[in-house]
């Protein structure tokens, strides 16, 4: 257990609805990312969110978006979903808003999402 | 923007033998380099990492090297197992202090 909690771990919905993914993060850690990981690719960052602010954006889409709440735990919202938007969603967490402490990100085991 | 380009996509090596995935990066000040192990069903997980004072680091059989010259950066894995056999993928961290990846590596460790 990596100390991220993502849930659901596995979502399978519509055309056209809406979602929302959530992510605890580890305890002490204040940041919060999101990077979305489509069938054999690498992970692409969508977002990025410290101490309940928004800190850099990736190429995420509009129907895309997210928060952090004060308990710092974060939801990822996706709307008019299609079918290009299956992927598995993972967040990581880290302490500060670099990164770059000793131990880098701490990633949860991911919500697979499928869109039908 | 960074760009972290990976090679190869694909590894398949004799159990015992060794494996090396490379790795370089575009941007200059970069300075923090991890790798990611990710198995089937799992998230990433952090196995290593060089920060930009350093050439070279080991852990047991896993060693990273790094030549900021040439921007490129490497993971080596000695004397393998079958439970290396996973997706590896390196990261670059850019100017706002966000983790850019490659496009992973898929070790297969043959018994």
């Known amino acids: 257990d990596s100390g991220v909690t993502q849930t659901p771990k596995h979502l399978i919905t519509a055309t056209g609805q809406r979602v929302t993914l959530r992510c605890s993060p580890r305890?002490?850690?204040?940041?919060v990312y999101w990077y979305q990981q489509s069938l054999d690719q690498g992970l692409q960052f969508l977002i990025h969110?410290?101490?309940?602010?928004?800190?850099a954006k990736g190429n995420i889409l509009e129907r895309f978006s997210a928060q952090q709440f004060p308990d710092l735990h974060s939801e990822l919202n996706l709307s008019s979903l299609e079918l290009g938007d299956s992927a598995l969603y993972f967040c990581a967490s880290s302490v500060d808003g670099s990164g770059l402490t000793n131990y880098g990100y701490t990633f949860g085991s991911g919500t697979r999402l499928t869109v039908v | 923007g960074e760009n972290v380009e990976q090679h190869p996509s694909t590894l398949s090596v004799q159990e015992g033998d060794s494996a090396v995935i490379k790795c370089t990066y575009s941007?200059?000040?970069?300075?923090?380099f991890p790798w990611y192990k990710q198995e089937l069903g799992k998230g990433p997980q952090l196995i290593i990492d060089i920060r930009s004072n350093v050439g070279e680091k080991k852990d047991q059989r896993i060693a990273v090297t790094l030549n900021k010259t040439a921007k490129h950066f490497s993971l080596h894995i000695t004397e393998t197992q079958p439970e290396d056999s996973a997706v590896y993928f390196c990261?670059?961290?850019?100017?706002?202090?966000?983790?850019?990846f490659g496009s992973g590596t898929r070790l297969l460790v043959r018994p």
């Open positions: 941007d200059s000040a970069s300075n923090y």
């Open positions: 990261a670059a961290v850019d100017s706002s202090y966000k983790l850019i």
């Open positions: 305890s002490g850690d204040l940041s």
């Open positions: 969110y410290y101490n309940g602010e928004e800190r």
